[in-house]
């Protein structure tokens, strides 16, 4: 019995051991939600606001700009292909750079997964930001063009910008025809939800935020807007939607960031936080255990000393 003290001692010890430091790593995490759930809610309104600028714009007929490269961003990709080519779409895929953050990963794989399997008459090609995304996607024989590590506490835009700036120059060369983006959006501690929404060639349907509630209102007013607003464009029209397009996908790009990080933060620190709650239960249980068995070996030895008594006294 002596044995098994020790070693459930022992296993206590590793134990306890553990939960300090998923306690530590839940500390951790909770200090980045904090920062990252700010910066993503902080940025909403205004990415909310200049998509609807997008959103003016396609009600609009922007066919006599007299630029190709313009209008190609506002024509569905269908009418850009040859008849018998496929369409090549680029997958950009938001995952993180280390695990222990729960299905955070694995959900939004699975997403991506379901969507290549749904697009199979497409020729796509899988970008990644964050080092897990590609490791998954791998194992299931799809291996990124290009990888790039996850700044998962990115403060400004320029964590974004390089990325931004091949999708657009790419597009406008022609090498890509669909530019679609998966990540998971934000919307609680508890609650983050896998998407994949296109961002080039835009489209009304385009949503890069969580739209929580007091971003409808918002949405609303955009919707309700007069379809038959003409803009006055100084200097030109191709001048200001040259600057503006890859401005845009720089802020959808960054905004994704943003959600994605947030998420991320949330589901580590949900699954530490869980983990160490499984420690502490199984601390207990062996702590029990451990008196049960020192008991044991207590009452063991009276009665070894009482019967060893009684039969000197015999």
């Not at 070996?297 to 009665?303: A, F, G, K, L, N």
């Amino acid at each position: 019995m002596a044995v098994q003290t020790k070693e459930i001692k022992h296993r206590l010890k590793s134990i306890k051991n553990t939960q300090k430091v998923t306690h530590t790593m839940e500390l951790v995490s909770a200090a980045k939600m904090r920062r990252s759930i700010a910066a993503a809610v902080d940025t909403r309104p205004y990415a909310t606001h200049a998509w609807s600028i997008m959103e003016r714009l396609l009600k609009q007929d922007v066919s006599a700009v007299p630029s190709k490269e313009v209008t190609r961003f506002f024509t569905p990709a269908e009418q850009f292909v040859e008849a018998g080519k496929k369409i090549r779409t680029t997958l950009v895929l938001f995952t993180s750079n280390r695990g222990l953050c729960g299905g955070f990963n694995s959900q939004l794989t699975r997403l991506a997964m379901h969507y290549i399997h749904n697009h199979a008459d497409e020729d796509i090609r899988l970008v990644g930001i964050g080092k897990k995304g590609v490791g998954i996607m791998s194992v299931h024989g799809i291996n990124a063009t290009l990888a790039y590590e996850k700044q998962d506490s990115a403060r400004t835009s320029e964590s974004i910008i390089e990325i931004a700036r091949q999708l657009y120059e790419n597009f406008v060369a022609g090498e890509t025809d669909k530019v679609v983006i998966a990540y998971t959006e934000f919307h609680s501690t508890v609650n983050q939800e896998p998407s994949i929404h296109q961002l080039f060639p835009f489209t009304e349907s385009h949503k890069i935020s969580a739209a929580v509630e007091e971003m409808k209102q918002t949405k609303e007013n955009v919707s309700a807007s007069p379809n038959t607003v003409q803009y006055v464009y100084e200097p030109s029209p191709v001048a200001v939607l040259q600057h503006l397009i890859p401005r845009m996908a720089e802020l959808q790009l960054y905004q994704a960031l943003l959600e994605s990080n947030a998420s991320e933060h949330s589901s580590r620190m949900l699954a530490m936080k869980n983990a160490t709650d499984s420690a502490g239960e199984m601390a207990s249980e062996l702590l029990l255990a451990f008196n049960r068995a020192r008991q044991d070996d207590i009452t063991r030895e009276i009665s070894e000393i009482s019967a060893g008594s009684a039969a000197i006294a015999g």
